[in-house]
Structures are given as structure tokens and as C-alpha cells.
């Protein structure tokens, strides 16, 4: 009789890039960070008495770049002054082609399209409302 065992299979998401293409992709996302994100969805910040966002920005999380925004609470008895909430991802899946996801509310994240290029993954992230900051 065959034993069965369990073994591991190398996923999509096991490239990574390189340093160099880290950088350049860094880079990219900050620009459309700055001219395309920051205008349209943050153009001012307006204290509240609830949780408000104070900033959007990007960070890299192994082979994923994750869109994230910084929100900041007045109160006194809030856990934490500040926090960053996710609301899109891209995750590298090979030379210039991108995994877009969605951040759900539960905190699961879902696969909105696969392997595109990354002028067409900004592109979704402006247009489709499920990639938007909250």
C-alpha cells in the first residue's frame, strides 16, 4: 500500500522580485500614490470625532505591495492613536505581471483579476470601487 504524505507545492506567489525591480515598483506605486490616490480620495484631512484618514501609502509584505490607508483617533480611550486599514494588493507573479486583490471587511483578501501588467493593475485601483480607500 502507497503511503501518502503531505508535500509542498511552490504557489503562484513564491516569485519574488529583485531588488531592482522592488525598487522600480516602489517607486511607481508612490508616484501613483501621490498624483492619482492622495488627490482624488484624500485631498484634505478633516478631524472627526470618529476614526478619520490622515494619509495613504504603500508597503511591501514579501512578493505583495499592499495599498494602505492611516487613520488617526482623537478619543483618549482609543486603543491606538493611529492605525493602517488595507483596502487593495498586488501580489508579484512574475516580470511585469500582477495578482490584483480586494480587502474585504472580515479581513480576508479576494482575487479580483490575475497576471496583469502593472499600468493595468493602476488602472483598476483608480476605476473599480472594490480597490478604493474607505
Partial sequence: ????????????????????????????????????????????????????????HGKWLGAKYRFLTRYRSDDPRSYKPEFDAPFARMDYVGKDRFDLFWHRHTGEWLRMVEGVPLSEAFRLIENEELLHPC
Avoid at 503511503?3 to 506567489?13: C, D, G, T
Avoid at 519574488?16 to 511607481?28: C, H, R, T, V
Avoid at 501621490?34 to 482624488?40: G, K, N, S, T
Fill in 1 to 56: 500500500m502507497a503511503r501518502r504524505a503531505w508535500v509542498y507545492v511552490e504557489a503562484r506567489s513564491g516569485n519574488k522580485p529583485s531588488e531592482a525591480e522592488k525598487a522600480a515598483i516602489s517607486a511607481a506605486c508612490e508616484t501613483f500614490i501621490a498624483d492619482v490616490l492622495r488627490p482624488r480620495f484624500l485631498p484634505e484631512i478633516r478631524p472627526t470625532q470618529f476614526n478619520y484618514p490622515v494619509a495613504i
